[in-house]
């Protein structure tokens, strides 16, 4: 199996993937049982990830607002029934995923109302942007999990309910055709 | 060399997206804070059944109303307990229940037992619960506000069997004392208080008792004395014989089920007998399914099972020494399977132990730009094949559309829930 480190820097707004520290897993279980309060402080911890990696899937942020409550109202019914708290993280993602394609926007062509980035064009983001979206959603979908949440891909394999294997090719294609389009 | 340019290029598509992820603005806090409000203000469907909605809230039930249905249950609870011996110490009507009564000066909150796994939460405190404090949590507003004086007991109660777990709760006999109590972590919430957490695991009566023990100031023998006051009345009565049975949906052939349980009585080596009620089956009566015996503490345990091979949906109960637990219903879903024939022809069939003879699957084509699945036609089950009945069909769709059969719950009840079939490219 070829495991890779993506090093990104310091600064990289979603830290890499690790198990869930004491703190969160402890405010798993609370969630778990009940308490309201405990999933509040999960959701300010994990929302952000959770919805950036919405709006570069949807290329809207209407769209990705919505998919986050939708995640949020699932992940809330669901939590009783997550058997390893320390799997949250994949557990949620897994979620998030499967609410952003029943949206159904991301197959769409890309519009001229697509995400619009604030601030200006430094280090070719535009040019990034465009070669995201112009992906087809299942390159784009496996991209987004394994090299921007960075999940492993057994993990990327159970949260999209594929088989690993698919996950490897689908990801080696996807980044020759991301590759391929920024030149 | 290929696996070299491979890492490079995985590198430097990561640092791309990082770069455009720190571009995207996220909400700020208070907003996501009433996404998470709104999300959680819908009640949780019960495990057991879903679908079906609970008829009240006890994990949200606030203290305020919670000490109030204590009172009344207390007062209840109180009654049934003192009705179970009398005066020649004869048993009367067995009383069932978990939870503490209450000592003087000392408050109780107790939920029943609640899901699936039949485990109860109970709490005791010498002080003032806070009207802040969720019913089915640690009481942490009461605990950050607990005085030197004070002691906050929350127990959980649930049935041994299940492996792995017991081990941590010794079998003791009650009452409990905290004596026995060994020192506890103290939650990360409570990190800037005094108090003092202590953590007494114990098998008892069948059940194992997590007892956590929340002292404003290290034991002395005044508060050791009030909390083992109040461990003298907490109440372990469970039915003779507990049955948990999980999960209680079978999805498929690889789901795997786990029965356990325990006998009151805590005694090991006692036989406990597995019995199934099958839906459709006449006479409808139990029969033996799995036989077992009691472990160190009363429990038992049946793991890795196939419930498939009973293949249908239908009631458990325990039976041990003439004793019998309550019924759990394990609910199956239809096994719908497809198959391509060649020449662009395909089989669908349903598999189960009752007769789907005339009745229908849907199939159903993948629309990808709205990701949605739309029902192309309805194809009766008229042959006769393998273990069930099948259909036919040539798919009139273009090359490269996703098909599946499903057997909606009209058609697969009553003894099985609705069932999807694998997906297939034509």
Same mark, same amino acid.
């Given at each position: ?17 690790? =198990?869930?520290?004491?703190? !969160?897993? &402890? @405010? ?5 049982? %009940?308490?309201?309060?405990?999933? *509040?402080? +999960? ?65 769409? =062509?890309?519009?001229?109302? !697509?995400? &619009? @980035? ?5 280090? %070719?983001?535009?040019?990034?942007? *465009?070669? +995201? ?51 | ?426």
């Amino acid at each position: 199996m070829e495991m890779v480190s993506v090093g990104l820097s310091a600064d990289d707004p979603v830290p890499s993937h690790a =198990p869930l520290e004491a703190g !969160d897993a &402890e @405010l798993v279980r609370r969630a778990q049982l %009940g308490s309201a309060a405990a999933f *509040e402080e +999960l959701v300010v911890a994990f929302g952000p990830r959770i919805y950036r990696y919405l709006v570069l899937r949807l290329r809207d942020e209407a769209s990705a607002l919505d998919a986050l409550q939708e995640t949020l109202a699932a992940a809330w019914q669901g939590l009783p029934s997550l058997k390893q708290p320390g799997k949250f993280w994949p557990w949620l993602l897994g979620i998030a995923a499967h609410k952003a394609a029943d949206s159904g926007r991301d197959r769409l =062509p890309t519009r001229d109302d !697509d995400l &619009e @980035l604030p601030g200006p064009d430094e280090e %070719g983001v535009l040019e990034i942007r *465009e070669a +995201l979206f112009a992906l087809p959603a299942h390159f784009r979908e496996v991209l987004l999990l394994r090299y921007f949440v960075r999940l492993s891909e057994e993990e990327v394999a159970e949260a999209l309910g594929l088989r690993v294997g698919t996950v490897k090719s689908r990801s080696a294609r996807a980044r020759k055709a991301l590759l391929e389009l920024l030149g | 060399m290929r696996r070299g340019r491979s890492e490079i290029d995985q590198r430097r598509i990561g640092q791309l997206l990082a770069r455009l992820g720190r571009r995207v603005p996220t909400p700020p806090e208070h907003e996501l804070r009433a996404l998470a409000r709104t999300a959680a203000e819908k009640e949780r469907a019960p495990a057991t059944e879903p679908g079906r909605r609970r008829p009240w809230r006890p994990l949200h039930l606030r203290w305020g109303v919670a000490v109030a249905v204590a009172l009344l249950v207390g007062s209840g609870f109180g009654f049934g307990v003192g009705s179970r011996s009398g005066e020649d110490g004869a048993a009367g009507t067995r009383v069932v229940g978990f939870g503490f009564l209450p000592s003087k000066g000392w408050n109780v909150v107790q939920s029943g037992t609640v899901g699936a796994t039949g485990t109860a939460h109970a709490v005791a405190a010498n002080v003032s619960l806070s009207a802040d404090d969720p019913a089915s949590d640690l009481p942490y507003e009461t605990l950050r506000r607990l005085p030197s004086n004070g002691a906050v007991i929350v127990a959980e109660l649930s049935p041994r069997g299940a492996k792995g777990r017991d081990s941590l709760f010794r079998p003791r006999r009650a009452p409990l004392h905290l004596a026995e109590a060994a020192p506890d972590r103290l939650p990360d919430a409570l990190a800037a208080t005094n108090v003092v957490a202590l953590r007494l695991r114990s098998g008892v009566s069948g059940h194992n008792v997590d007892a956590r023990i929340f002292l404003g100031a290290p034991p002395s023998p005044e508060s050791s004395a009030s909390v083992d006051e109040q461990l003298r009345r907490l109440i372990v009565a469970p039915s003779a014989v507990t049955l948990v049975v999980q999960p209680p949906i079978i999805r498929s052939t690889s789901d795997r089920m786990t029965i356990f349980g325990s006998v009151s009585s805590g005694e090991a080596g006692k036989k406990v007998t597995i019995q199934f009620k099958a839906c459709g089956l006449q006479p409808p009566q139990f029969r033996d399914a799995f036989e077992t015996t009691t472990g160190e503490g009363g429990g038992f345990s049946l793991e890795e099972l196939r419930p498939f091979n009973l293949g249908v949906s239908g009631v458990y109960r325990a039976v041990s020494g003439g004793e019998v637990s309550a019924e759990i219903r394990v609910q199956q879903r239809v096994a719908v399977y497809m198959r391509p024939l060649g020449g662009g022809r395909f089989q669908v069939w349903v598999g189960g132990k009752v007769s789907f003879w005339r009745r229908f699957v849907l199939l159903q084509r993948f629309e990808r730009r709205r990701g949605v699945w739309i029902t192309m036609r309805r194809l009766v089950l008229a042959e006769s094949f393998a273990q069930g009945y099948s259909a036919r069909f040539r798919p009139r769709v273009p090359r490269g559309t996703q098909l599946r059969a499903v057997m909606p719950l009209s058609q697969a009840r009553p003894c099985y829930l609705e069932g999807y079939g694998p997906i297939f490219r034509t």
